[in-house]
């Protein structure tokens, strides 16, 4: 079997101890989801006029955005700039990107008083809205890989291996189906590519855009003109970690050999990122002259450096490590403080520094919110868990080599 070929997952059961925990979160967010939208937003949350978002937008909308962003970078890297080494790592990148970018526009939902609107701006067009633009642009880029994700489906339909029972009774009409749209999207996949690549980088910084029109409630250490560059930026910074992140993460849990041959060349390209991004920041600080904000060393100057420091600067060191590079070890806790450092950064902005006038007291996330945003991520993990299970998404290589 080639390098690059893919291959369901074999041999591995879907209910370990550690699905069992995560199906019994998924459930208790799932009940909390439907409370959420029988009794409405006030009984649930602690949003109010002065808070009109919390963290189910900076965690499951603006964070889950951010960090489905492997989807377009590895695209771009493999297809784009024809680095083929990468192809190995760029079909489960695009699995997390699609199911990260359908659980965002899950969690947008329950953050909408009126949810059932959310179909509106298809139809109602706000051309002045950065809002509307996010919306357009997410819109269009997960039809986009969604169809990007077709010939996956349609390779399997097409394998005579047994599908699931409830999925093998659909399996004649939807092989049809997904034939014909593979044989069109085949045809126009270089399309779908710069389309997704284009899409992602509008919404990821228009992202910022959105807290542009809220300078007075903004905290200096973020609020800056180019807030929207840095998003985009910061996207770009996450998404070859995520893969790294995504692809030892399913190494282990599926007893796989990890394609170090692959990760360890990905991440010599993580620093290049990181250090543009640590040096806009930098610069915008000194030319702004915000750093004086971080004098008080309050709450939002310890955020801000935990930030920088530790999901920007110490990973940037890491990243430059030969023998970091070469271990799986030090791959993944690298990764992990990008991660983190991306989630962090749009929880700051946000939330940490998001302050109303007159505020009469401060937000904090109800175990309403807590719940949803645990079941949402403990669900994602489980359906990805049963799509690579039964989709070729995996290398064949890993799956053959990888101990048991």
């Not at 692809?247 to 991440?267: N, T």
């Not at 590079?325 to 939330?351: C, D, I, M, Y």
């Not at 505020?359 to 049963?386: D, K, M, N, Q």
Request: glycine fraction near 8%.
């Amino acid at each position: 079997m080639s390098h690059s070929a893919s291959t369901p997952i074999k041999g591995v059961p879907f209910f370990t101890p550690g699905t069992l925990v995560l199906t019994a979160i998924a459930m208790a967010g799932m009940g909390l989801g439907i409370w959420r939208f029988v009794v409405g937003l006030e009984a649930t949350t602690n949003l109010d006029d002065q808070f009109p978002w919390g963290l189910w937008i900076a965690v499951d909308v603006a964070s889950g955005v951010a960090l489905a962003a492997g989807g377009f970078t590895s695209a771009g890297l493999a297809h784009v700039l024809h680095r083929g080494r990468y192809h190995p790592v760029v079909r489960a990148a695009l699995l997390t990107a699609m199911l990260g970018y359908t659980f965002v526009a899950l969690g947008l939902l329950f953050d909408l008083g009126r949810y059932y609107n959310v179909w509106h701006p298809m139809i109602m067009w706000q051309g002045n809205s950065v809002l509307f633009e996010v919306g357009m642009c997410v819109m269009a880029y997960l039809t986009v890989l969604y169809l990007e994700f077709v010939p996956i489906v349609a390779e399997r339909l097409r394998s005579p291996e047994p599908l699931p029972r409830l999925l093998q009774l659909v399996r004649k009409p939807a092989g049809a189906v997904v034939g014909l749209l593979d044989r069109i999207v085949g045809k126009i996949m270089w399309l779908l590519i710069i389309l997704g690549i284009v899409l992602s980088s509008m919404h990821q910084s228009s992202l910022g855009s959105l807290m542009l029109i809220a300078p007075s409630k903004v905290h200096p250490l973020w609020f800056t003109p180019i807030l929207p560059l840095l998003f985009l930026t910061s996207a770009v910074c996450v998404g070859f970690p995520m893969v790294i992140f995504e692809s030892l993460l399913a190494s282990r849990s599926f007893r796989l050999k990890a394609e170090m041959d692959v990760l360890s060349p990905l991440a010599r390209l993580v620093p290049i990122v990181l250090a543009l991004y640590l040096a806009m920041k930098g610069a915008d600080m000194a030319i702004r002259e915000s750093w004086r904000f971080l004098l008080p060393f309050d709450l939002p100057a310890r955020m801000f450096l935990l930030e920088v420091l530790g999901g920007v600067a110490l990973p940037l060191v890491l990243f430059l490590s030969d023998r970091v590079k070469r271990s799986q070890l030090g791959l993944f806790v690298a990764s992990s403080l990008v991660v983190g450092g991306v989630v962090l950064n749009r929880v700051n902005v946000f939330l940490v520094a998001y302050t109303p006038p007159y505020a009469a007291e401060s937000y904090f996330p109800s175990l309403a919110e807590f719940g949803v945003t645990a079941g949402l991520i403990a669900l994602l993990v489980l359906v990805y868990r049963f799509a690579v299970m039964n989709l070729p998404v995996i290398p064949g290589h890993a799956v053959e080599e990888g101990g048991r």
